[in-house]
C-alpha cells in the first residue's frame, strides 16, 4: 500500500477541505480513495446511524455537501473536477476525475470552507433582509432540490408544532437517545481524541465526563425539557429553509447535500449562523403533516430543516485527518 507521502499535496489539501462538510452527529460517514488524478467518495456504513436515518438518506446528504467542498477545492487548486455517481447495485461511489485548468475558476465561497458550522446556541432576535434572503436562496438552487424559506412569524409559529412533535417522538424514544448519546464527546480529551461526533462545547454545554454526560442526557434530559429548549431557539431564529429532493434516491440526496452545502457556505458568507433542525424531516409521520401542511407533491421529499439567523462563533467540532479516510494509502 503506498504512503500518504507520495501523494500530490493540492490532492491532500482537496481531501482535507472536502471532510470538513457537515454529516448527521458529526459522523463523518464517508471514506476516500486515490486513484493518479481520480478521488473516489465512498460512503462508510459503519458510521450509519441506524435509527434517527434507517434508509441512509442523512448519510448521502453529508455526501453531497463532501462533494460540493471538494469541487470548490479542486476549482480552487485550479483543477477541473469531472463528476461521475455510481449508485447501481452494490455499487457505491463518487468519482471526481481531475484535470489540470489553465484559468483562475475559485469560486469565492472556497474561502468559507474553514468558517463554516453548525452553530447550535440560540441566535440573536433579528430579522434578515430580503436581499440576504434574495443571496439565499440564490445559493440553494439545483435541478433536483427545491427550498422553501419560512421567516414570517405566523409560518415559524406552524412550523413549531412539527418541531416539537418530532423532539418528542425522538426523545421518547431510548434507541434513539442512546444513538445520540454514543456521539456525543462530553469532553474536549474525548473530541480532540476521537476527531468525530459533537464536541459538548459546541453545543454550549460545560465539560463533565462521559459518565456523568450520559446519567444527564438518558435520565435527566426528557422530551418536555427538550420541547421547552426548542422554543426558546426557534424563537431567536431568523428564519428557517426546508429542502426538498424531488426524487427520493441516493443521486438526488446527494444533489441536495450540495445544494445546502452551498447555503451553508453562503450563510456563513453573509455572516449568518445555521443549524439543523432534522427532527420533524425524520419522523415519517411528522414528514407527512410536514408534505401536506406546505402542498409538497409528486412523492417529492422534504428531508433537510435549517434555522439561520445571527449569533456568536461556538466552538469547531473535530474532523478526522486525511489518513484516517483514505482506505488506499497509509501514513507513513
Known amino acids: 500500500m503506498k504512503s500518504v507521502k507520495e501523494l500530490n499535496p493540492a490532492i491532500i489539501e482537496i481531501i482535507e477541505d472536502a471532510i470538513k462538510a457537515p454529516s448527521g452527529h458529526n459522523t463523518q460517514p464517508w471514506k476516500f480513495e486515490v486513484d493518479e488524478m481520480r478521488i473516489i467518495i465512498k460512503p462508510d456504513f459503519a458510521r450509519s446511524l441506524k435509527v434517527v436515518d434507517a434508509d441512509n438518506h442523512a448519510l448521502f446528504i453529508s455526501l ?33 476525475a481531475l484535470s ?7 469560486d469565492a465561497l472556497y474561502d468559507y470552507i474553514s468558517m463554516r458550522q453548525c452553530t447550535r446556541s440560540a441566535y440573536e432576535a433579528k430579522s434578515v433582509e ?31 408544532s412539527f ?15 442512546n444513538e445520540l448519546v454514543s456521539w456525543i464527546r462530553f469532553s474536549k480529551r474525548s473530541a480532540e481524541k476521537l476527531r468525530d461526533g459533537i464536541w459538548s462545547a459546541s453545543m454550549g454545554m460545560p465539560g463533565i465526563g462521559k459518565r456523568i454526560g450520559s446519567v444527564i442526557m438518558k435520565h435527566l434530559v426528557s422530551a ?14 431568523a428564519g428557517f429553509a426546508l429542502f426538498i ?25 453573509l455572516k449568518l449562523k445555521h443549524a439543523h433542525v432534522n427532527m420533524p ?31 456568536e462563533v461556538m466552538p469547531y467540532s473535530f474532523r478526522r485527518s486525511v489518513e484516517e479516510v483514505l482506505v488506499n494509502y497509509q501514513n507513513g
Not at 447535500?257 to 447555503?263: A, I, T, Y
Request: hydrophobic share 35%; aromatic share 8%.
Open 64 to 96: 453531497g455537501c463532501a462533494l460540493e467542498n471538494l469541487i470548490l477545492s479542486a476549482k480552487a487548486h485550479r483543477f477541473n473536477p469531472s463528476v461521475t455517481m455510481n449508485f447501481t447495485n452494490d455499487k457505491n461511489e463518487i468519482s471526481i
Open 224 to 237: 418536555q425539557s427538550e420541547a421547552r429548549r426548542w422554543k426558546k431557539l426557534i424563537s431567536k431564529s
Open 281 to 311: 424531516c425524520e419522523e415519517n409521520p411528522v414528514r407527512q403533516k410536514i408534505i401536506q401542511h406546505f402542498n409538497i407533491l409528486n412523492d417529492k421529499q422534504p428531508l433537510l430543516l435549517i434555522r439561520f439567523g445571527y449569533g
Open 163 to 177: 418541531i416539537v412533535e418530532g423532539s418528542n417522538l425522538q426523545f421518547n424514544n431510548r434507541q434513539f437517545v
Open 130 to 160: 430580503e436581499s440576504i434572503l434574495r443571496q439565499l436562496r440564490d445559493s440553494a438552487i439545483n435541478e433536483d432540490t427545491e427550498v422553501i424559506f419560512i421567516t414570517s412569524k405566523t409560518e415559524i409559529a406552524d412550523l413549531e
Open 245 to 269: 429532493s424531488n426524487k427520493n434516491g441516493r443521486e438526488n440526496w446527494v444533489r441536495l447535500g450540495q445544494s445546502f452545502q452551498r447555503f451553508a457556505l453562503t450563510a456563513t458568507q
Open 100 to 106: 489540470k485548468s489553465e484559468i483562475d475558476q475559485k
